[in-house]
Structures are given as structure tokens and as C-alpha cells.
């Protein structure tokens, strides 16, 4: 997880007036007991919507449909997909027939050829914005640059795009690796950076700063889902006005845990829950605003879910403090 301490006076900044709208759409309930607010935009994004819908196609139009890895980093949502039938593999296991999904976070270039030259079919479920970052890393390559990418080295979208290239890529998460890979000579004097979708756009700026004063030549695309970008300043907004900050969602997403971590930091007393089920009294009984947000891949029914219960739940005790509690998770 990246460090967000860059982050601190640059997040509290006014919103922008799409950030803004985004919070015109918060839901806001009131009981005798506490206030819950569900932040302006909560379950899919656009890209993860797009994925499922064409996954859930092809299951009803083809036959022996199977995916490399996850479609999206939700339990919930991959374990209905592969009860309707979806295989989860992580080769192509000798295939010659089957019709192959490709995961929102993309597949390196290689491997949707191989597919191809196996005879397979081919559902490209590519989040369009992830696409579009895989076509500017290649025009900055192509452009003789260097292609610094400021992103988790791990991530299936940043595998993608590297597989898209001709050349490695330097995949960069701390300004300490960007230090470590300038010593190292792995830096260049000209290069060009993109951005992983979903990060955090201000969790970016100490690197780029860096570059910029590492590099003779510094090329930039912004790559960053401004929608996405939207949805994280909104929550942050959020986090810094009520008691008690949940944010719902997967613990293998990570943009999910991206934003609890920057949550956390603007409002200490934040939790992090995969659904309703993990909530007990002790965890929000004690406050009386409690924000609710989610991560992209979050179905809107789980925050739906989390939400009814903090409004429904009655406390029957005379007094309750459990912030301890949640320290201790």
C-alpha cells in the first residue's frame, strides 16, 4: 500500500464542480439513534458494469467460456459468474476450442495472441480507460521515452499494460523506489508516465515532482479515471465530516483498500468491511454520523446491505464507545 502522508495538504482541497455534483447525490438518513450518509457514488464503476455485462453475454450466447485470473476483485461477483459457469484457469491448459474472457484490468499482448493462434474466441471485457492507458503507454515508447509507470508493480492492470509494450517498462509506487532506481541506473533521462486508473491522482504528485528534477525530459499522460477520481475526493470529503468512515469492499481489491487507507488518514476512526454480516453493535454504536462508501467493484446491494443495517439496528444499551474496537482490527 502506498504511503499517503504525500497526500495530506493537497486532498483537502476545494472539490472540483464534478467532484461537487457527485456529492449532490449523497443519501442522507436519519433515525432517533445516528445519521448515515452513503457517499455520492457507491458500487460499480463504468468499466466494471461493462465487464460483467459482456461476461454474463457470452455465458448465455457460448459454450466453455473460462478467464485468465479474475474478471473484477470481488468475491461476491466472481463467485456468481462461475456459478453460472464461468472457468477460472491460469493457462490455457491445452485448449483448442472455448471462447476466452478477457478481465477488465487487461491481458498482456502475448497472451490474447496466443488465444487467438489457439482458435479460441476472444471477449475483450478491457475497462475502455485501462485500454486507453495501454495505447498512451505505447505512444510515449514509441515517442522514445522511457515509459515510467506510477502504479503496484503486482497489479493486474499494470501487468497488462506492460505486456502491451515493446520495451520493460519502470514501474514506480514510493518516490524511495524512484531514488533506488536512479541509483541503480535503471532510470533514464527521457521518459514518459502514465498512471495506474485508479490511483489516487495526489498520491502521485511527490513522484512526478521527483522526476522532474531526476530526469532531463519528463513526459506526462494523465491516465488517471477521472470518474474514479471523483468518487475518492467525494469519500475523502465524506471521511472528514462524520464520526465513523465504513468502506465497503473487497480485501483483494485495490482500489478498495486504497481508499480505506486514505480514509483512514483523514478520519481515523474508519473501517474497512467486506459486507454487513462483519459489522458488530460495538463497531458504530458509539457514533452518530457514520459515512458510507465503496470500492468500484463493490455491488451496490452489499453497500445497500451495510447501510440498512446502521439505520435499522437499534442500540438497547445505555452507552457505547468502541473506537478501541476498531483500533484493534
Known amino acids: 500500500m502506498t504511503d499517503t502522508s504525500s497526500r495530506v495538504k493537497i486532498a483537502k482541497k476545494a472539490l472540483s464542480p464534478k467532484a461537487r455534483k457527485v456529492r449532490e447525490e449523497r443519501k442522507t438518513t436519519r433515525t432517533n439513534q445516528r445519521t448515515v450518509i452513503l457517499a455520492g457514488e457507491v458500487g460499480f464503476c463504468f468499466g466494471v458494469k461493462r465487464a460483467i455485462n459482456l461476461t454474463r453475454q457470452a455465458l448465455v450466447e ?31 491448459e491445452n485448449r483448442t476450442s472455448g471462447t476466452m474472457v478477457i478481465r477488465a484490468h487487461g491481458l498482456p499482448k502475448e497472451s490474447i495472441q496466443e488465444a487467438k493462434n489457439l482458435g479460441l474466441d476472444v471477449v475483450n471485457a478491457t475497462c475502455p480507460i485501462v485500454l486507453r492507458a495501454q495505447e498512451a503507454a505505447q505512444s510515449l515508447q514509441d515517442r522514445g521515452c522511457q515509459v515510467v509507470i506510477i502504479g503496484d508493480a ?23 523506489e ?92 474508519t473501517m474497512h468491511i467486506e459486507c454487513a454480516s462483519q459489522l458488530r453493535p460495538d463497531d458504530f454504536t458509539w457514533a452518530n454520523t457514520i459515512g458510507v462508501a465503496s470500492g468500484l467493484s463493490t455491488p451496490v446491494d452489499l453497500v445497500e446491505e451495510v447501510r440498512n443495517y446502521l439505520i435499522d439496528y437499534e442500540d438497547t444499551t445505555e452507552e457505547a464507545d468502541s473506537y478501541a474496537g476498531i483500533a484493534a482490527k
Open 62 to 92: 457460448r459454450e466453455d467460456v473460462f478467464i485468465l485470473g479474475d474478471l473484477v476483485h470481488n468475491k461476491s461477483v466472481t463467485a456468481e459468474l462461475e456459478a453460472k459457469g464461468l472457468k477460472k484457469t491460469d493457462d490455457f
Open 178 to 269: 524512484l531514488r533506488k532506481a536512479k541509483e541503480e541506473h535503471r532510470l533514464l533521462r527521457k521518459v514518459g508516465v502514465i498512471f495506474q486508473t485508479t490511483h489516487a491522482l495526489e498520491m502521485c504528485y511527490p513522484i512526478v515532482n521527483e522526476l522532474i528534477y531526476l530526469c532531463k525530459e519528463v513526459q506526462i499522460i494523465n491516465t488517471i479515471c477521472r470518474p474514479v477520481q471523483n468518487r475518492q475526493d467525494d469519500a475523502l470529503d465524506l471521511a472528514s465530516h462524520v464520526d465513523l468512515m465504513i468502506v465497503v469492499g473487497s480485501s483483494t481489491s485495490a482500489n478498495t483498500m486504497e481508499l480505506y487507507s486514505l480514509c483512514r488518514y483523514h478520519n481515523p476512526k
Open 154 to 176: 503486482n497489479h493486474a492492470e499494470i501487468k497488462g499494460i506492460m505486456g502491451a509494450l515493446e520495451k520493460p517498462a519502470l514501474v514506480i509506487n514510493t518516490v524511495e
